[in-house]
């Protein structure tokens, strides 16, 4: 399309995009950056009918060149039928056409009628990674590109992949540049389901047909806000506003694409009926109204053992042994590559089967889910067993990961998780796997290698996809993106045919999960002996929340705390596998009274080549085995743990402090904490190890007065160190944040003596009672039965 000024002045060219609207570059409209206001001269030099027309810039169609050099996109509008020897044009994305052939159609001073220029597409360059380059012919002097080619259409395989926007001329080097379709639609994202060419309009005469089998509907009545708010833009703004009417809807609906959107969100709304849906299908399918194929912007990547088991899969297959066969499967898929996926590919046989396998994968790495279509190709006769073609799709289905998003619908994802915080962006990701699946590193910044990476796990036919789990957990976060995020959801879910019911219950899940374990816990529990009171029974447990509990070890036969500490530090290592290595975990240690002076926090834990402390890789708490197995005091406990995760402000007050030389007896300091006010308490001394009960002290009266918080120096010298530092603190922090203080000071470096010493020698007991473990389940051990001799 030729674009003018109001004088006729040839500006530049653009890019039909559908039935009224054109997309160029804006400096062909503007050299400068402001919005032009008049109105623009298009025709199609090509065209025998001499269309031409008036047009203007849409409504958020103006995004000129930004300080960065991003941006440069510019739309026109017109309101006029087109000719019949015009069509809009067929789209693609263009980052992925590396080394393809491309041709691009502009008007250069002098040839006002325009010239076809020659070249290949080469590779992103940026700003921002914004541009594709173009070269080598498009560079050269006679085929060039040079001013009057902005904004044309850059084709290939006859789809227009870009716009031209700029070019470099020179007597060293010569370039010129594109913007991607895919790029120009983030700009303007109502290009991103325009139709691909005319064959995506409905044909007028069957409007009413589908009028009357929408009308039968009762959720287009029901649910006709929400399903018109989740119409592509251009829809809304036709059907405009309310009161709607069914045929107003559809109606409104013009293009294909946009007619299965709205038949999808009808379904999904409904919740299922057959008897309205099948004559519902029957009618678009006689229009061809057909459903959007997932897809990927990037081709597969194989390591390079990957790579081997292709290759010797493909090799071991009895019927691509044979080279006449062979030719068969590699003529089937050049036409089905060209008729399915719109790709020229070129695949001769030899008599060397390794190089002909090779060949294979090394045409369909770039060309997402080709390999898919390459085993589909082959006819069922050669699929029976003792062929090798099961062993052969298995490769394939490990290898390849199978699409479930189209291409918007990943961009959308992608676009809203970049705007996320990236704490809670792995909150979301870890919460939306099983409790004790990893799915390996993954770059948290690149948030669409995330998406890609979640859309690709396993899900339950009888649930939403993970990724839609990911996105709910996202928006439980975030109440600044739950509207979007939901509206996400429910296109994806009505697309897929997943039932809304499901969904539904997702979001109620999400939000009543909000309460479970933040981090996973490593719980070490250490029973006392029945008969060698000075060694214990070991159990270690990983706790993902929601219930979901891994054992780690369960030993049965008392050992000393020092061979103890030697297992806890291997099962350590055995949960960093089942956990993110950067999530990491909390690790508790449940002791008797008998080990409450035990300095767990300085338990020895080594890798290959350091040996650490524990307390100083992990957070570490103490919890209390008395107190778990004492059912009279869990009502106390239980309150005074929900007062302090309720806690909304910091409150000094809060914690009692008890110095190491107190006079009070436990009576007084168990009244003094039964306050509700009271949810902490410090000593300036460690409290005595007791082997059985004897006289209660303050330990014990913290624990019967229901405080979930106790902490103590087990060098009574640092007692007012530790007074001064807890009163710090909680000026500035609620109570339940104690657990990353002590953290943070056993892990800070500091020139500081006493703060050092402190963070050497403190203890922290926090006794979580949303946590307690079932006294009958696996964690209660008991050592076997002994025969007397």
Request: net charge negative; with cysteine; charged share 25%.
């Amino acid at each position: 399309m030729r674009i003018a000024d109001q004088t006729g002045v040839v500006l530049g060219c653009g890019v039909l995009v559908s039935a009224r609207h054109i997309v160029t570059c804006a400096h062909v409209l503007s050299p400068a950056r402001e919005r032009p206001t008049g109105p623009f001269l298009v025709d199609f030099p090509r065209s025998a009918s001499g269309f031409d027309a008036t047009a203007t810039v849409a409504v958020g169609g103006w995004v000129p060149v930004t300080d960065n050099g991003r941006g440069d996109v510019a739309v026109l509008e017109f309101d006029k039928a087109l000719a019949e020897d015009i069509s809009p044009a067929v789209l693609d994305h263009g980052r992925d056409k590396r080394g393809r052939d491309a041709r691009v159609f502009g008007h250069p001073v002098g040839v006002a009628n325009g010239v076809w220029s020659r070249g290949q597409v080469a590779d992103t360059v940026g700003p921002h990674n914004e541009l594709v380059q173009l070269s080598p012919g498009m560079a050269t002097h006679h085929e060039r590109i040079e001013r009057g080619y902005s904004g044309g259409g850059v084709m290939v395989d006859e789809r227009v992949v870009g716009i031209v926007t700029s070019s470099v001329a020179g007597t060293e080097r010569l370039a010129a540049f594109m913007i991607p379709m895919e790029v120009v639609a983030v700009h303007w994202q109502r290009l991103v389901l325009l139709p691909e060419g005319r064959d995506g309009f409905v044909e007028p005469s069957a409007t009413q047909q589908l009028i009357a089998q929408f009308a039968r509907f009762e959720a287009l009545t029901r649910y006709q806000e929400r399903i018109v708010a989740l119409l592509p833009t251009r829809v809304r703004d036709d059907i405009g506003p309310p009161p709607h009417s069914v045929s107003s809807i559809v109606e409104a609906c013009r293009l294909r694409s946009e007619l299965r959107q709205l038949a999808d969100l009808v379904i999904y709304f409904e919740q299922g009926s057959p008897s309205l849906v099948r004559p519902l299908e029957a009618v678009l399918a006689a229009q061809r109204v057909q459903a959007e194929s997932p897809s990927a912007e990037t081709p597969d990547e194989l390591t390079p053992d990957q790579l081997r088991k292709l290759t010797d899969a493909l090799v071991r297959m009895r019927y691509f042994l044979d080279p006449l066969t062979r030719k068969t499967y590699f003529e089937t898929f050049v036409r089905r590559a060209r008729d399915v996926l719109h790709r020229q590919v070129a695949l001769t046989p030899t008599t060397d089967v390794y190089a002909d396998a090779e060949n294979l994968i090394q045409v369909c790495l770039p060309i997402p889910g080709s390999l898919r279509l390459f085993v589909d190709a082959i006819p069922p006769a050669d699929r029976v067993p003792g062929t090798g073609f099961g062993e052969l799709v298995l490769v394939v289905e490990e290898i390849c990961i199978e699409r479930i998003l189209t291409d918007a619908e990943r961009h959308t994802l992608v676009e809203l998780v970049r705007t996320a915080p990236r704490d809670v962006v792995a909150s979301a990701h870890r919460r939306c796997l099983d409790p004790f699946e990893s799915v390996g590193p993954i770059d948290g910044a690149d948030p669409d290698k995330l998406v890609r990476r979640i859309e690709s796990l396993a899900g339950r036919r009888d649930r939403p996809p993970r990724v839609v789990h990911f996105s709910e957990q996202l928006a439980a976060f975030l109440p600044e993106l739950r509207s979007d995020l939901h509206d996400w959801g429910d296109r994806v879910c009505a697309r897929l045919g997943a039932r809304r019911v499901d969904l539904g219950t997702l979001r109620q899940s999400v939000t009543a999960d909000q309460l479970s374990l933040d981090r996973p816990v490593m719980s070490v529990r250490l029973v006392p002996d029945s008969i060698e009171r000075s060694q214990f029974l070991l159990a270690i447990t990983l706790d993902r929340g929601g219930g979901a509990r891994r054992q780690l070890v369960a030993n049965d036969q008392p050992e000393p705390i020092d061979r103890l500490v030697e297992r806890v530090d291997a099962a350590i290592g055995h949960a960093l596998e089942l956990v993110d290595y950067d999530e990491g975990f909390m690790i508790e240690v449940i002791v008797p009274r008998a080990l409450i002076a035990e300095p767990v926090d300085t338990w020895p834990i080594t890798d290959e080549f350091f040996e650490d402390q524990i307390g100083r890789r992990f957070p570490i708490v103490l919890r209390s085995l008395e107190r778990m197995s004492e059912p009279k005091v869990r009502p106390q406990w239980r309150r005074k743990w929900r007062l302090a995760q309720d806690q909304r402000h910091p409150d000094p007050a809060s914690m009692h402090f008890l110095g190491h030389e107190s006079g009070d007896t436990a009576f007084a300091v168990r009244e003094r904490l039964r306050s509700d006010e009271k949810l902490f308490l410090a000593m300036g001394g460690p409290p005595a190890p007791h082997s059985d009960k004897r006289a209660p002290d303050a330990y014990a009266a913290a624990l019967s007065a229901g405080i979930p918080y106790l902490a103590w120096v087990r060098d009574p010298a640092l007692e007012e160190v530790l007074r001064a530092a807890l009163d710090r603190a909680l000026t500035r922090h609620p109570v339940r944040s104690l657990v990353d203080i002590v953290a943070a000071w056993r892990t800070a470096t500091t020139d500081d003596a006493e703060a050092a010493a402190l963070a050497a020698h403190i203890t922290l007991m926090v006794c979580d009672e949303e946590r307690t473990p079932n006294p009958s389940g696996a964690l209660d051990l008991r050592a076997p039965a002994r025969r007397r001799t």
